[in-house]
């Protein structure tokens, strides 16, 4: 392993917390800050066999595999029964290491689904890469079965070496408890395999309308990465949420991006998380230097989609608040917002028990949340000078 420039020890050092006193109609608080994920359904692609078998294990004794169990919220028998990897490609140079996990919340198909494409694709054009390792995982095997965000409880919160000793100490207890085991595994798998730098790319969706959109803690090498997409950069995220998957990268030495497709069904959602997949394997050299043209279509299509998608918005922005709920919250946003969307201060965001939640200061409101599961209401965010 060479030319890690990003250090797991560094992760604790970057965080810096402030509390926020949001605005309201009746009183003012101090937010709390809690962790969840950036915001995130169904498959109906056949499951592609994997390009090495899927190594994952797990402590014992262990419930049923997660893409063993039936789904629960949709008819099991459309389903496709997927495995954690979708593919394990090693080239023969060395190089970086891209992880691409997509569906680390179930209700979110738009990765799995793009990484599927990506995968067909490689193989329809007999393309090998051409150096490091890229791999794609699943994230939430049983949660996406099921067409939730998650069965238990949120695989993007309790991530810690702490928490996955304990699990494996004492076994795995829940459906995700087992899921995080089999994705730890095959993270440190990578780490083991590594020749080069180690990167990932987090595949998520959102419940309100949104463009694309890539979320980077603020260092060099995420930086870089994420300005090879074409799309709005967030940073301060892992400022304001704990017990990510982000966080568990991180600890192995990790550093990408986590990449927000769109609104969880819509079909663009999927051609952007595509269109990000293609242009990483370009910015990454994976590629052929002059690859079979119908992966040079791909490449161009995915610059121009993701060009569209993300219009004018401004290309680097910065989370100023997070409007932290839960469930005795009773929190509902008003309806009809948009990530990107300008706020004016005073404005109307969503109503909770204690009455009408209102913006603190002008911004852009991202990812409002219009679902069921979450502890995300919305967050602010304001472009980066
Ligand atoms: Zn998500």
Redesign the pocket.
């Known amino acids: 392993m060479t030319d890690r420039s990003i250090s797991g020890a560094s992760h604790a050092a970057r965080k810096t917390r402030h509390d926020v006193t949001c605005f309201r109609s009746r009183a003012t608080f101090s937010a709390v800050r809690r962790g969840s ?4 359904g169904p498959a109906n692609e056949p499951p592609k066999p994997s390009s090495l078998p899927d190594t994952a294990t797990s402590a014992s004794p262990k419930p049923p595999s997660p893409s063993s169990r039936p789904s629960t919220g949709r008819d099991a028998a459309s389903e496709p029964i997927r495995r954690r990897v979708i593919c394990h490609r090693r080239g023969e140079a060395p190089g970086p290491t891209l992880l691409c996990i997509a569906s ?2 179930g209700n ?1 198909p738009a990765g799995t689904l793009a990484l599927e494409r990506v995968d067909a694709a490689l193989r329809a054009a007999e393309v090998e890469i051409e150096r490091g390792e890229l791999v794609f995982l699943i994230g939430n095997l049983g949660a996406l079965a099921a067409g939730k965000r998650y069965l238990d409880r949120d695989l ?1 919160r309790g991530w810690s070496r702490e928490a996955i000793a304990r699990i494996r100490a004492l076994g795995p207890r829940v459906s995700e408890d087992l899921e995080m085991l089999e994705l730890d595994d095959k993270i440190e798998e990578c780490q083991q395999t590594a020749r080069g730098p180690l990167l990932f790319l987090d595949l ?2 959102t419940s309100a309308a949104s463009p694309p959109f890539a979320s980077v803690v603020d260092q060099s090498e995420a930086r870089r990465l994420s300005r090879s997409l074409p799309v709005p950069t967030v940073l301060g995220m892992d400022s304001h949420l704990d017990g990510t998957l982000l966080e568990e990268l991180d600890a192995h030495d990790f550093c990408g991006i986590i990449f927000e497709g769109g609104q969880h069904d819509e079909p663009e959602a999927v051609d952007h998380d595509e269109a990000a997949v293609w242009l990483l394997l370009q910015q990454l050299d994976f590629l052929p230097a002059t690859p079979p043209a119908a992966v040079s279509r791909r490449i161009a299509w995915a610059h121009a989609t993701l060009s569209a998608a993300a219009g004018s918005l401004p290309r680097l922005l910065e989370i100023e608040y997070r409007h932290a709920i839960d469930a005795s919250c009773g929190f509902h946003m008003e309806p009809g917002f948009r990530s990107f969307e300008e706020v004016e201060p005073g404005q109307l965001l969503g109503r909770d028990r204690d009455g009408e939640v209102r913006s603190p200061f002008a911004a852009r409101v991202l990812m409002p949340l219009y679902q069921a599961q979450g502890d995300d209401g919305f967050f602010l965010v304001r472009e980066v000078d």
Do not use: D, Q, V
Request: aromatic share 0%.
């Open positions: 994920s950036p915001g995130c680390l919340h979110e993007n998520h969706t």
